[in-house]
């Protein structure tokens, strides 16, 4: 077996060193590859990898497994640099004391007040500024985002104009409302008070999603927000004891340098949710294995580094990278940009491979998100390949993976996924689901449009909302599903339904199909997309949907 497999690279040489970039497959030396890539997805899905949790042990085990592939394959690292890159991340404070003051008298957190926003630090001075319920824009008339430094904005959370008490449905998106609009004003704090505590209490539980992640935010009880709201103008002083929850994470990098102005990107992010302590969909505290999410993209990401080094091409520099702490939020993406170790301005695109081992092998399709963030990819695209595989594009470079950092830097970019399963962030996500030759195809693929990219020194970047409005943005509520990205009929496939979320409170399975939200028709996954971005969180709304010929609707509430 050992020796077809030398004979067929050998093969592949060959054909590089006639003159021809791509050579057409043959089945052995497809057969060979897939299952040289299905050898990386077992490696890294191995429970002895322990869900690859950037900052774990499993990090670094993967971090040396694919350093070592890049190195077997001729790849050198980036300049003054190893293999493998670090950078720091936060997880958040752990708060060991903390204390307010105000006219001279001090009082103790936990006692009388809460820390809400466990990802700052709550050292901070500042002068009251009394913002009434802030629910209104007139409310912050006298501030200035810009000069609000040595401001505490007080808010008051007694909402008996709009709410009986804070058992009210209505009761949670206002409050929230009105600390997104306090942090927006970049104060130095933001403090929850109450005139009437026996119906609005100190609150606990507020989601902070669209407020400043770095305003600190807490809540006072009876006792401290009587003194607080009679001191208006008052100076008030926050002291803290912390430790800051700092992790390391590695991304692996490597390149063909070939001296050139312009360089080719690849990426792929090799982390994954350990042992689902956060970002699983499963209830089970279980090994993550992550096979297809994103072992498959990892490994097609170091095969691909191997054929195009002894392909010898060398229109382009080519870098390839497997960043960590994507689902921590793409934190290693960011952080390979922000160490500026590639200048922006030589990357002509960047192309993405995440969750590419689970093609359908019946009706095969790849989908190729961020075709809208150049000019030339549609037509780039359909020179390239015009295979078996059905290629469904889709114009935004949002989509929630590596190539967003990127398209945020003016980056066009191009994200390879095969489409979401049932097995996405559950333990269930192991090797033996990926579909080999379906991994061959798109790595395939992904060659051919590297083809045509050679012949181009420049893309014309897109800025996706100049194609369309607001399609791209992020709604301001979700239903709890994972859509069908390869659904190609009308409406928005459901793929996947998380418990306890407004779609399973529903009712709504995986399979359904939403037509409408209230008077919006949804024809696909952006329409539903913008449908949602005119709901906040509390609003009601009616939602239609096809169970096989059978049309129904449900009354949700965001």
């Avoid at 606990?204 to 807490?218: E, F, M, Y």
């Avoid at 030759?437 to 996706?464: C, P, Y």
Wanted: include cysteine; charged fraction near 20%.
């Amino acid at each position: 077996m050992h020796r077809i497999f030398l004979i067929s690279i050998l093969l592949l040489q060959t054909l590089f060193l006639q003159g021809q970039y791509i050579p057409d497959f043959t089945p052995e030396i497809k057969q060979q590859l897939a299952d040289r890539m299905y050898g990386h997805v077992s490696a890294l899905a191995h429970d002895s990898m322990m869900g690859r949790e950037a900052g774990t042990d499993g990090e670094l085990k993967a971090m040396y497994y694919i350093a070592s592939q890049f190195k077997n394959a001729g790849l050198q690292p980036l300049p003054d640099k190893n293999y493998w890159i670090p950078f720091n991340f936060s997880e958040g404070y752990t708060y060991k004391s903390g204390k307010i003051s105000i006219d001279g008298k001090s009082y103790d957190q936990n006692e009388y007040f809460l820390y809400l926003n466990p990802l700052v630090n709550y050292n901070f001075s500042g002068n009251i500024f009394f913002a009434g319920h802030g629910l209104k824009d007139s409310d912050f008339n006298k501030l200035n985002p810009s000069f609000n430094k040595n401001i505490v904005i007080v808010i008051d959370i007694n909402y008996t104009d709009t709410c009986a008490d804070a058992a009210n449905q209505q009761y949670m998106p206002l409050l929230e409302s009105a600390v997104a609009k306090a942090t927006s004003m970049n104060p130095e704090a933001v403090i929850l008070v109450s005139s009437n505590v026996k119906k609005f209490p100190a609150i606990a539980g507020i989601n902070l999603d669209k407020a400043s992640p770095n305003i600190p935010v807490l809540c006072v009880g009876k006792t401290l927000s009587k003194k607080i709201l009679k001191k208006n103008n008052s100076e008030l002083h926050s002291e803290c004891e912390f430790s800051k929850n700092e992790k390391t994470g590695y991304n692996v990098a490597a390149w063909i340098d070939n001296g050139k102005p312009t360089t080719l990107v690849f990426g792929a992010h090799y982390d994954h949710v350990g042992f689902g302590s956060s970002g699983s969909l499963s209830t089970d505290s279980a090994i993550h294995n992550g096979a297809d999410d994103n072992a498959s993209g990892t490994a097609l990401l170091m095969e691909l580094s191997r054929i195009l080094y002894n392909s010898g091409t060398n229109k382009h520099n080519y870098v390839f990278v497997a960043f960590s702490a994507e689902e921590k939020g793409l934190l290693g993406s960011k952080a390979f940009l922000n160490q500026r170790i590639i200048a922006d301005t030589s990357i002509i695109a960047m192309l993405n491979f995440d969750m590419v081992g689970r093609m359908n092998g019946t009706e095969q399709k790849l989908n190729i998100l961020g075709t809208g963030t150049a000019t030339e990819w549609d037509s780039l695209i359909t020179a390239a390949y015009a295979g078996p595989v059905t290629i469904r594009k889709s114009e935004s470079g949002t989509a929630g993976s590596d190539q967003m950092s990127f398209y945020l830097r003016n980056i066009p970019v191009l994200f390879f996924i095969t489409g979401m399963h049932e097995d996405y962030h559950k333990p269930t996500d192991d090797a033996e689901k990926i579909n080999r030759a379906g991994m061959a195809d798109v790595l395939m693929i992904a060659l051919k449009i590297t083809e045509e990219l050679d012949g181009l020194q420049k893309l014309n970047f897109v800025r996706g909302d100049t194609r369309g409005g607001d399609r791209n943005k992020r709604p301001g509520v979700t239903l709890g599903v994972i859509p069908d990205h390869a659904w190609e009929g009308k409406g928005m496939r459901i793929d996947a339904v998380t418990k306890d979320k407004t779609a399973d409170k529903a009712g709504l399975l995986k399979g359904d199909i939403v037509i409408q939200i209230d008077d919006m028709t949804v024809i696909d996954i952006m329409s539903y997309m913008k449908a949602l971005s005119a709901f906040k969180k509390g609003d009601k709304a009616k939602i239609t949907y096809l169970r096989g010929q059978i049309e129904n609707t449900v009354e949700v509430v965001f």
